[in-house]
C-alpha cells in the first residue's frame, strides 16, 4: 500500500510502461530479425574455362526498393501495437490484446498475400513486438497490483 494518492501510483508506472513499450519494441524486433536472417546463398555461373570462373551473387531480397515497400508504416503501427497491447493489460483487459492483433492481421493481409517473401520476417517481428509489449505490461500491472 502505498502513501501516494492512486492517480499519481498509476501515473508514474502506467506511463513509464507504455513509454518503455513504444521504446524497446523496435531495437529488440530488429535484433530478433537480423539474427534470424539466413542470407540467400550466391548464384555462382561458370563461364570460360574452369580456372577463371565468373561469379555472380545475387542481392537479398530485402534490397529491393518494392519489397522494402510493401510493409510501409510498420513502424508507426507496431508503436500503436505494442501501446495498445501494453495498455490492454495494464487495464486488466486482455480481451482486448486480441483485438489488437486482429487488427493488425486484418489490415496487413493484402499486402502479405501479395508478396509471401515477407510473411516470416512480419510474423517474426509482430511475435516479438507483442513479446515486448506483454512483458511491460505484465510488469506494469504486476507493479500495479502491489502498489495500490
Known sequence: ???WPDWIVVAVVVIPAL?????LGSPVASLVLRSAHVPE???VEVTGDSRSPVVRRREPADADPAVREVL??????GILERVGLTA????????LAAVVVAIKALGRYPEIRENPAVSERFIIGTLTSLL???A???VGLALLRTLL
Request: charged share 10%; hydrophobic share 60%.
Open 136 to 138: 511491460c505490461g505484465a
Open 1 to 3: 500500500m502505498s502513501t
Open 72 to 77: 510501409r508504416g510498420g513502424m508507426w503501427i
Open 132 to 134: 515486448v509489449a506483454a
Open 19 to 23: 513509454l518503455a513499450s513504444a521504446a
Open 41 to 43: 546463398p550466391p548464384v
Open 88 to 95: 490492454a493489460i495494464l487495464a486488466g483487459r486482455f480481451e
